[in-house]
């Protein structure tokens, strides 16, 4: 389903297309809602990690290499934001 279809999205994306990032939100937010849950146990910091995620997805749009899926991105950008709020509640 998603490979030709993503990889136009992602073209889209590098172009400034709002329409493929809101594609890209609809096919990745849920799962990477998910994981998050998984560590955070609370459902309003999950949500912030997303959003978070993807603000800088969209910030870092022009220079993403990612042609084919941007799965194991999201899912790296999703990792480190997990650790970095771990560590604030720690310190």
Request: hydrophobic fraction near 40%.
């Amino acid at each position: 389903m998603m490979d030709s279809t993503e990889r136009e999205l992602i073209k889209q994306l590098k172009d400034g297309s709002i329409k493929a990032f809101d594609n890209i939100y609809d096919i990745y937010a849920k799962r990477l809602y998910a994981f998050s849950l998984q560590y955070t146990k609370v459902r309003e910091e999950a949500e912030e990690i997303v959003q978070d995620v993807f603000v800088q997805l969209w910030n870092s749009r022009y220079t993403i290499r990612q042609e084919e899926t941007l799965k194991s991105l999201l899912f790296i950008m999703t990792k480190h934001h997990l650790i970095n709020a771990f560590r604030a509640r720690v310190n």
